[in-house]
């Protein structure tokens, strides 16, 4: 199958494995809803928050490409730290779908100017040592393995999710606040991020096996 053919599943793949790790009770998202819910620069607030990701994401995998270009055996190290990472990330989704959580966000509070509204958008998404784990060390380690030719399309692919993921929950914040408020909704969409992962981990396992 030549690169041509290929570009889909690795287009695929970027967007499951960001929508995976993006999708999560955390202090972003609940600032996108709130201002969903408020319908207060929420384009702005989308905007940045993908932008952001994108950009994360982009300088992941070019960056680990040219850190692993000559290093093939530290590219494998990496492939099985990764499915390390994404197998506990799993079993970590499994478990939170055994408990009752909800994505709050509460609606009162003060209105915030553009400038203040996007501040706290950079706050919550750059001040996250866990958006550089994700999107810097992770995503960009397991792009940087795909052919030249299909890495933008990896790329692509996980930029997509993070802007579809910011776009239905600040857009889609007054529809979707009413299911994110209920805890089995949250069990349901964590028992698929679980087993997406752990699918995930063994490709990664299997590229590892691939020979040097």
Known sequence: MNASNQFLPVFVQGLVLSLGLIVAIGAQNAFVLRQG????????????????????????????????????????????????????????????????????????????????????????????????LDTV?????????????????????ASTASLAWFTALGLGARWLAPVFALPRAWQVLDGLIGVTMWVLAALLLRHAWLPV
């Open 37 to 132: 819910l408020r319908r207060e620069h929420v384009v702005p607030v989308v905007a940045f928050c993908a932008l952001a990701d994108a950009a994360l994401i982009t300088a992941g995998v070019l960056g680990m490409a040219q850190a692993l270009g000559e290093r093939p055996l530290l590219a494998k190290a990496l492939a099985v730290g990764g499915a390390v990472f994404l197998a506990h990330y799993g079993w970590q989704a499994l478990r939170r779908a055994r408990q009752s959580n909800r994505l709050q966000a509460a609606a009162g509070g003060e209105t915030l100017s553009r400038k203040a509204a996007l501040a706290q958008a950079a706050a919550f998404t750059l001040l996250n040592p866990h958006v550089y």
């Open 137 to 157: 060390l992770l995503v960009g380690s397991i792009g940087a393995q795909q052919p030249n030719a299909l890495r933008g399309w990896f790329v692509a692919g």
